[in-house]
């Protein structure tokens, strides 16, 4: 449904993709991850048409994005930003959260319904009357992908939504993400966080200096020393105490908590119960 | 003497009927790199303010308890004093660097302190070589990568000669490889200069195996104080929402199934330590 042929984009002189291919079906769940600068938010705003490629193409539902409008493929495709700041703008968070749901048109009824389906998702229902701007910056984070959720895109893509969340708002999120997947929506979420891309992406397209240098298994990309390492990448934790463990023959791919206690059970030649 | 002192501190903002950290007693001794964690809106970002002044000088609002930083009492101390003890590096660098050098930048504080010029230049070098900054010199802050800024945040505070370093989320905004450069500086300034360091972080995995104490804040108290090893180890830690690091995880798992380590691995290599510990003691009995 989103297919990525040989893309070329330039901001003035800086090259930022550097001949592109991806294809991503429908119901995915991919994290892109790289460095910064390697290319990742210039890639997704080409998703939505916010960019056209210089070179190649790039295809949404079958539609050349260089035929049709930001706003008809916003219709289809919602980029959540990294900073809210960049989106929010309504005086108060329902008007926000209603804002694209009017602009699309919707009946009355179906407005305030979705509206209130999004508040209540994501845990803002209380805080409706309230200005964007008087919120912390969890709780926008949480209005803006509210604001696309509310009119139900087919494709919702996230662009760093981790980054400056604690421990319990990364657990909400990747319950959303759940929740969507098992809505057959397409996850597209850019981040550098390796802990819980483990945890909840089969799929990873890495990129360095504006290419993908690897595309596929999680386990496989996360894994690969070679990989990590030229995307700035460091293991994830648990990866590490395999590789802590490899001349004890521990495998050197773990990922999971559970598979590194099943393993050093072995090692240690304790039964499981 | 302690370094840091709060009796009994509850402190309320203006305009706000709750307050946001309650009964808060902490003692912090010179030298020790303590890491302040806990869930957002708990009472970090103020703890950190009643540090350096800002609360009550800045901010108003009403300030119980006593504050002591280096003997002073916060209250009856102007923050320009305070500003010669405490240094402070907030999660947003580009809102604390505004000068056209990395050099005038580190240079600020001292230049203010009225030093002599010689003073001024020589704490400046220190301080960029301390932070391994000095090929940056004469780059503009704002060209720099956020890593990169952060570093110069903290020289600046440097080149003031503080006791004691607070630093509230640092690394929130950075990517993981430059958030490790910033965190092993941290380490490095506390074992090179015996600066106190205060540090409020969400990534424990990164920061629990060089800290000496983490303190755990919930609602606007202060929960758990203690040994990284001791606090991330309790069930509450996770209860409450912090992201304790998966090596402690696996071994919370692992003791369900009677493998008792001898201590709390706080990183992949300690794990390993711990096994070869538990296979030398099965062997010798």
Known sequence: ?273 | MPIIELRRVTYTYPGSNKPAIRNVDLVIEPGEYVVITGPSGCGKTTLCRCLNGLIPHFYGGELEGEVYVSGMSVKSTPTSKLAQIVGMVFQDPESQLFLLTVEREVAFGPENLGLPRGEVRARVEEALNLVGIAHLRDRSPHELSGGEQQKVAIAACLSMKPKILVLDEPTANLDPESALHVLSLLSDLKNRLGVTIVLVEHRLEAVAPSADRVIVMDKGEVILDGAPREVLSKQVVEAIGIGVPKVVKLYNELRKYGVDFKFIPLSPSEVRKAILEVMRSDRSS
Do not use: C
């Open chain 1, 1 to 273: 449904m989103i297919e990525v042929h040989d893309v070329w984009y330039s901001y003035d002189e800086v090259v930022a993709l550097r001949g592109v291919s991806l294809k991503i079906q429908p119901g995915e769940v991919v994290a892109i991850m790289g460095e910064n600068g390697a290319g990742k938010t210039t890639l997704i705003k080409h998703f939505n048409g916010l960019l056209k490629p210089d070179k190649g193409y790039v295809k949404v539902f079958g539609v050349d994005t260089r035929n049709a409008s930001v706003a008809e493929l916003s219709r289809r495709v919602g980029l959540v930003f990294q900073n809210p700041d960049h989106q929010l703008f309504a005086e108060t968070v329902e008007d926000e959260v209603a804002f694209a749901l009017k602009n699309f048109g919707f009946p009355k009824e179906v407005i305030e319904r979705r509206v209130k389906w999004a508040l209540k998702l994501l845990d803002l229902w209380e805080l409706r009357d309230q200005s964007p701007f008087a919120l912390s910056g969890g709780e926008r984070k949480r209005v803006a992908i509210a604001s696309i959720l509310s009119y139900d895109p087919d494709v919702i893509v996230f662009d760093e939504p981790t980054v400056g969340q604690d421990y319990a708002q990364k657990e909400r999120l990747a319950q959303l993400i759940k929740l969507l997947r098992s809505q057959l929506k397409t996850i597209i979420v850019v981040t550098h966080d390796v802990e819980f891309v483990a945890e909840n992406f089969p799929r990873v397209v890495l990129m360095s200096e504006g290419r993908v240098i690897a595309d596929g298994n999680t386990r496989r990309i996360l894994t690969s020393p070679e990989l990590l390492k030229k995307a700035r990448l460091t293991p994830p934790q648990i990866t590490q105490v395999a590789w802590e463990l490899s001349d004890f023959s521990v495998p050197r791919d773990l990922m999971w908590v559970s598979e590194a206690r099943d393993a050093i059970l072995r090692v240690l030649g304790v039964r499981g119960r």
